[in-house]
Nanobody, 119 residues
Framework: QVQLVESGGGLVQPGGSLRLSCTASGIIFEIIAMGWYRQAPGKERELVATIYNGGTTDVADKVKGRFTISRDNAKNTVSLQMNNLQPDDTAVYYC?????????????WGKGTLVTVFS
């Protein structure tokens, strides 16, 4: 059974920090990237950051300089250190894993963890 289990969401004041973590299990395809997306109320899901097997990252402009993504390939875990959080960062954050097997690719998703930045 494929599982992506997220942790670390919560309430924080503007300027505060949170660290999200996600562990993937049960994926038989080869994971080539893991990352985080978020969805704020009334908005579409958007990429926050993703990190590929070789360490290359893709980080949304909105969070560059504030959020850092890291990964432990051997443990299939990905983390997102979020600093200087702002109210606009309030959203449900979803862990994502991209996996391939031959010519077939799949996306796997966690259930999401809520981050609320309040003043």
């Amino acid at each position: 059974q494929v599982q992506l289990v997220e942790s670390g969401g919560g309430l924080v004041q503007p300027g505060g920090s949170l660290r999200l973590s996600c562990t993937a299990s049960g994926i038989i395809f080869e994971i080539i990237a893991m990352g985080w997306y978020r969805q704020a109320p009334g908005k579409e899901r958007e990429l926050v950051a993703t990190i590929y097997n070789g360490g290359t990252t893709d980080v949304a402009d909105k969070v560059k300089g504030r959020f850092t993504i890291s990964r432990d390939n051997a443990k299939n875990t990905v983390s997102l250190q979020m600093n200087n959080l702002q109210p606009d960062d309030t959203a449900v954050y979803y862990c994502n894993a991209e996996a391939v097997r031959g010519h077939e690719g799949r996306d796997y998703w966690g259930k999401g963890t809520l981050v609320t930045v309040f003043s």
